[in-house]
């Protein structure tokens, strides 16, 4: 099945530890992002990549670091997370050109207390 | 930068009725793509309908239409006999045509009254 997945689903954690959130897909896409919903604010990108090795920042990219070392995976890295980074996060990936549809992962809700 | 407004943030509707949900967009180039977004409470992003913008004819799919007005840079989206599987937050989204970065609206919440 084509997918996105995401992991872990939920995660409550304390102020500067530091975490990754995983992100995985089986469709040979060369695009991959990160985005986090707010209430009110919608989704807004975090960073995105192009290709493996190709990664740049998003409209949100403050306190967020990724890296793109396999096509598949596109892990999302909180070197130290703090309260106002409590969000639900979204992978999403799409073939290069074509049709411009992203397939979205399950969601990650991170709690930073 | 690209923009999308939607400016009802939640909206109801009778089961069996038809409701329109509303998003402008601003841009200056000529070859984008927009996209209507839904999201259940199980928070999964679901593509409801897509428009390239160099296509004239509105989309449709089953229930769902867009009224897709270039000019005005309008692009709402109308559910037709709704049904309480349709209760969600809505998002209204834009891509650049060369570009794979989406720029979402702040999303209109729909409720379905039985």
């Known amino acids: 099945e084509a997918q996105v997945t995401q992991n872990p689903r939920y995660l409550i954690t304390v102020t500067g530890k530091k975490l990754t959130v995983t992100c995985s897909q089986n469709m040979n896409h060369e695009y991959m992002s990160w985005y986090r919903q707010d209430p009110g604010l919608g989704l807004r990108q975090i960073y995105y990549s192009m290709n493996v090795e190709v990664t740049d920042k998003g409209d949100v990219p403050e306190g967020y670091k990724v890296s793109r070392k396999e096509k598949r995976n596109f892990p999302l890295i909180l070197e130290s997370p703090s309260p106002n980074q409590t969000s639900l996060y979204f992978c999403?990936?799409?073939?290069?050109?074509?049709?411009?549809?992203?397939?979205f992962g399950p969601g990650t809700r991170l709690t930073v207390t | 930068a690209q923009t999308v407004t939607q400016s009802q943030p939640e909206m109801s509707v009778q089961e069996a009725e038809t409701v329109t949900l509303s998003c402008t967009y601003d841009?200056?180039?000529?070859?984008?793509?927009l996209f209507w977004y839904k999201q259940p409470p199980s928070r999964q992003m679901i593509l409801v309908i897509r428009?390239?913008?160099?296509?004239?004819q509105n989309a449709t799919e089953n229930r769902f239409s867009v009224n897709f007005q270039k000019a005005a840079k309008s692009f709402s989206l109308k559910i037709s006999d709704s049904q309480l599987g349709d209760t969600a937050m809505y998002f209204c989204a834009f891509v650049q045509g060369g570009s794979e970065k989406l720029v979402f609206g702040k999303g209109t919440k729909l409720t379905v009254n039985p």
């Open positions: 428009q390239e913008a160099y296509k004239q």
């Open positions: 841009t200056s180039e000529n070859n984008y793509y």
């Open positions: 999403a990936s799409s073939p290069w050109g074509g049709s411009y549809e992203q397939y």
